[in-house]
């Protein structure tokens, strides 16, 4: 940890993941319960999000390009004040419309960080001849990222309990101070950049997606990952509702049960590396990311069955558990078999799976709670994660077995 601290490529990083996220949380706890304030219903919500990931889904791989052909600090800095312009305008909006709109440029700021930060880490340590610490950092990447939103959930919790506008009005003030710092990172590492004037946006896209579907290995943890993100986007977005209503939870008991789910993430984070060295030598890199989604399937299941509040938040936390595994896996994963001239879009075409599943979980997690109930968007969601893990690990075995 204190080699990681003062490595200057990995201090960097580490250190901005942990104030994105610290900037972008102060709202978590309180954002459905600032819609709802506002005089949204759980569909509305829903179709606000959705119009995130729409434009995340549209979006991801052009700004993908521009990483990796104008400069990946470039990219994270514009992203950071897109995404200070978005919480801003959620600070002065009150209708649907102006919701939609932050989201949209929200969602422009996501994309331009996605994959950007990430292939800057990767090329970086490359150009150092340092890749070993690649895994390593990515395990201790969500311990940063889940501190960040411990400090940013219980300062917006506070601020959210006398007005839930001011968490909003906070996270554009830290943002913007977060895209001024990062105008001062560099990239040292040498690279031909492509220009898209020379070779065509269309051409760049078109390549960088060919490669990234060609590739197996690739594609088949990226359609988990989408699979993944689908499952669990009922619980992502109810827990605060279902804690709310049948629990009778405060915002401030809200942002005490996030701080468990930050440290439950960062405990399976770190319990990663365990899976990589003895279930991913024993079984493959693929298997190692897969298996461990049974306890996540099954504490979803078990959360949306259980009645006592004790059982509820401990499965509940199970799940994020489970979830905390995947993240470092993936990342290592998919990183190693990425070329340095397109890692940005690729990493982007990544999160466009991702950000997919969670387009298509958010409508069917949101129909099946509005026409039955929270727990039955849960439960379904708990089985249909237990059949994708089925399916592919049969998958997995069968081309082992046919090789």
């Known amino acids: 940890m204190k080699k990681l601290m003062f490595h200057p490529i990995a201090a960097v990083y580490l250190g901005f993941n942990a104030l994105i996220n610290f900037a972008n949380s102060f709202f978590m706890v309180t954002y459905v319960l600032f819609l709802f304030e506002k005089g949204m219903d759980l569909l509305q919500i829903n179709l606000i999000n959705a119009c995130y990931m729409i434009v995340v889904v549209l979006a991801e791989m052009p700004t993908g390009s521009f990483a990796d052909s104008f400069g990946r600090h470039r990219s994270f800095s514009l992203s950071f004040f897109l995404m200070a312009l978005s919480t801003l305008i959620y600070f002065v909006s009150g209708s649907f419309m102006l919701f939609v709109l932050?989201?949209?440029?929200?969602?422009?700021?996501?994309?331009?960080?996605?994959?950007?930060?990430?292939?800057?880490?990767?090329?970086?340590?490359?150009?150092?001849?340092?890749?070993?610490?690649?895994?390593?950092?990515?395990?201790?990447?969500?311990?940063?990222?889940?501190?960040?939103?411990?400090?940013?959930?219980?300062?917006?919790?506070?601020?959210?309990?006398?007005?839930?506008?001011?968490?909003?009005?906070?996270?554009?003030?830290?943002?913007?101070i977060v895209g001024c710092l990062s105008l001062f990172i560099k990239e040292n590492y040498v690279t031909k950049r492509q220009s898209l004037r020379e070779n065509g946006l269309g051409k760049q896209l078109s390549e960088a997606f060919q490669s990234g579907l060609k590739n197996r290995d690739l594609l088949f943890i990226m359609l988990f990952g989408a699979c993944l993100t689908f499952a669990i986007q009922a619980l992502n977005m109810q827990w605060t509702l279902l804690f709310q209503k049948e629990y009778n939870f405060s915002t401030p008991q809200l942002g005490l049960l996030f701080i468990g789910i930050s440290f439950s993430i960062i405990?399976?984070?770190?319990?990663?590396?365990?899976?990589?060295?003895?279930?991913?030598?024993?079984?493959?890199?693929?298997?190692?990311?897969?298996?461990?989604?049974?306890?996540?399937?099954?504490?979803?299941?078990?959360?949306?069955?259980?009645?006592?509040?004790?059982?509820?938040?401990?499965?509940?936390?199970?799940?994020?558990?489970?979830?905390?595994?995947?993240?470092?896996l993936q990342q290592n994963f998919i990183n190693k078999r990425l070329a340095s001239k397109n890692r940005a879009t690729l990493l982007s075409l990544d999160s466009m799976f991702t950000q997919s599943g969670a387009l298509l979980g958010l409508v069917a997690s949101g129909f099946i709670a509005k026409m039955l109930s929270i727990r039955s968007a849960w439960l379904y969601s708990g089985l249909f994660l237990l059949l994708v893990i089925f399916l592919f690990v049969i998958s997995v075995r069968f081309k082992k077995h046919s090789s």
Request: hydrophobic content about 55%; proline content about 2%; cysteine-free.
């Open 267 to 328: 405990l399976g984070a770190q319990f990663s590396k365990v899976i990589s060295q003895r279930l991913g030598q024993r079984l493959g890199e693929k298997t190692a990311i897969i298996l461990p989604q049974i306890g996540t399937a099954l504490a979803i299941v078990i959360a949306a069955q259980a009645s006592l509040r004790f059982l509820v938040i401990s499965f509940f936390l199970v799940h994020e558990f489970g979830r905390g595994i995947i993240k470092p």
């Open 102 to 176: 932050a989201e949209v440029v929200a969602a422009l700021g996501h994309t331009f960080f996605s994959g950007s930060i990430e292939a800057w880490l990767v090329d970086s340590l490359k150009a150092r001849g340092e890749e070993h610490w690649q895994a390593e950092i990515f395990r201790y990447e969500t311990a940063f990222r889940s501190f960040g939103i411990i400090a940013g959930v219980m300062f917006g919790s506070y601020l959210g309990k006398f007005d839930l506008a001011w968490p909003w009005l906070a996270s554009t003030i830290v943002m913007f």
